[in-house]
């Protein structure tokens, strides 16, 4: 069924067959976000992971950051650096650290 909610056009999938040609028949057409022309400018022309459309560029490029940008090592890399600002986080904070939960702090920003 298509609903158009506002300017959004939208498909509801209202039984199970339904949901399983547009979950997996179809994926690959509702698999990319819609173009905008923000996203043109913000985004080098749809050329990051979050806006590109999905594809062999889509797929190579989520490769390219789970194997070597989110892999253990490289996070792991890092730990010295994120130290480093929650301890310089803690400093701004502790003029009054009646109002700041230190490791509710740590928390957010680990």
């Known amino acids: 069924m ?6 959004v056009p ?13 979950l997996k028949t179809y994926d690959h ?3 990319s976000r819609p173009h905008h022309e923000a996203s043109q400018y913000l ?22 950051c789970t194997l070597h940008l989110l892999s253990n090592r490289k996070i792991n890399s890092f ?6 600002e929650v301890q310089s986080g803690e400093a701004e904070f502790q003029f009054d650290r009646s109002h700041v939960k230190a490791t509710l702090f740590v928390c957010l920003l680990v």
């Open 43 to 64: 985004a080098y022309g749809q050329k990051n992971m979050a806006f590109a459309k999905y594809g062999v560029y889509w797929r190579n490029m989520r490769k390219l």
């Open 79 to 84: 730990q010295s650096m994120r130290k480093q």
């Open 29 to 31: 057409i509702f698999a």
């Open 10 to 22: 939208t498909i509801i999938a209202s039984s199970a067959d339904a949901a399983e040609k547009v």
């Open 2 to 7: 298509y609903v158009r909610l506002g300017l």
